[in-house]
Every structure is written in C-alpha cells, then in structure tokens.
C-alpha cells in the first residue's frame, strides 16, 4: 500500500521568509515523488520531482525539496517567500518511473504569503 | 499539440441531465488520467488509462460515470443523469513513458456546475 501525507492545509508566512511545506509518504517500492502547484483559477504545474536521481531536488521558482528515504519525507522549501507563490501545493507519489500506475495525491497546502 | 486540452471549458447543466466531456492528451502519450477536484478540496482519482490495456476503474464514485478511450487518442468522461454532488472541476492529465519520472501534463480542466 502507499500514500501521501501532506502535515498542514494551511501555512501562512511572511514576504521574504522561508517557506516550508511538509509531505511524508509510505510505499513498499522505491517511489517517484512530485510536487504540483495550482494556482487559483489555473492548472496544475510540475514544481519539481524525484525519480531516484540525486535527493535534493531543484524546481522551478527556487523551490527545493529533499528526498529523505529514512524519515520517508519530501518536504519542499524555499528560501524567501514572494507574494506569487500564493497558491495551492499537492505532493504525489507514484509506484516507479517505468510502470503506469496510479499517481496519490496528497490533500493539499494552501500557502498564504503575507506582506 | 502543445499541450493537453479540455473542452468544454464550463459546463452549466440541470440535474438529471447527462453530459460529456472531452480532453485531448499531449500526442504520443499512452497514458491518460482523469480527476475531480470538488471546490476546496484535493484531487481525487477517477480513471486512467494505458495505451490498449483495459482501464483502472477503481476511481469511479457511481455507475453513472464512465469514460472511454480510443488508442491513444481523445478521451471522454460521461456522466449520466448528473447530480448537484457531481459539480466540480474535472481535470485530465496525460504522461508518457518516455519521459522520466512519468511526469502528468495537466489540461486546465473542465468546471462543471450541476443547477
């Protein structure tokens, strides 16, 4: 079995401060990790993803997450939040890169940015 | 074409009705993947498919909901006699086995409002 846990629905932080958003998931195989952004009224975009590369992983916008197969976590950061990164955040996990299989989303953060 | 389309883009119906939606996956993507994103909430898995393979079903809250797929063409979700539970954001996703990690390409989605 495998799922995705996303630890807060809501985080708010001030302009400039670091932003952390945690994810923690469990899977009997070696997973592929992402992290989707949705900003209000528009589509989803990839972040960033793990796909057994290297573990800390960079995306786009200065977003990082880091994968720690110990603590089974995928928590994505950043260092200095903008107004524009308000918006909604999901991690998914998937089984493995090479088989199609279902993609588990998580429940979602909403991340406030204050000014 | 560039990326996924959905149409239509909003869908206004009377309960009871049956509508169809349609989305057009990124050319040579063997996977397709539908969702529903009720109004503050995350997303939850509907069906995929995988090229000529029989589809995962598991998703699907009622027979009143089907979907079908011709190759690796045009999907379209149907959903009969519709409800007023039923309105939300459908979204549709296709990925390709080529690409690393099997990143999902998002549709912007189709909003549904069941009156």
């Known amino acids: 079995a495998q799922s995705v846990t996303q630890l807060d629905s809501h985080v708010s932080v001030s302009e400039g401060t670091p932003v952390l958003l945690r994810c923690n998931y469990s899977?009997?195989?070696?997973?592929?990790l992402f992290w989707y952004v949705q900003h209000p009224n528009k589509g989803l975009q990839l972040l960033l993803k793990?796909?057994?590369?290297?573990?800390l992983v960079k995306g786009i916008n200065g977003f990082e997450a880091e994968f720690k197969k110990s603590e089974t976590s995928f928590h994505l950061t950043k260092p200095s939040a903008h107004m524009s990164d308000a918006a909604e955040y999901f991690c998914?996990?998937?089984?493995?890169?090479?088989?199609?299989?279902?993609?588990?989303f998580g429940s979602g953060t909403k991340l406030n940015v204050k000014p | 074409g560039a990326g996924v389309s959905q149409s239509p883009s909003n869908k206004v119906t009377e309960k009871g009705k049956d509508v169809e939606l349609r989305c057009d996956p990124i050319?040579?993507?063997?996977?397709l993947y539908w969702y529903r994103q009720r109004l503050g909430q995350g997303l939850e898995f509907l069906i995929y498919?995988?090229?000529?393979?029989?589809?995962?079903k598991s998703g699907l809250p009622s027979d009143r909901f089907s979907a079908e797929r011709t190759g690796e063409s045009v999907s379209t979700l149907t959903i009969q006699r519709t409800q007023q539970e039923d309105s939300a954001v459908y979204l549709c996703?296709?990925?390709?086995?080529?690409?690393?990690?099997?990143?999902?390409?998002f549709g912007p989605g189709t909003r549904l409002t069941v009156l």
């Open positions: 996703a296709s990925s390709s086995r080529r690409t690393s990690g099997n990143e999902q390409f």
């Open positions: 899977s009997s195989y070696s997973p592929s």
């Open positions: 793990y796909t057994s590369a290297a573990t």
């Open positions: 998914v996990v998937s089984l493995s890169p090479y088989n199609f299989n279902k993609f588990y």
């Open positions: 050319s040579g993507h063997t996977a």
């Open positions: 498919f995988q090229g000529n393979s029989a589809p995962d």
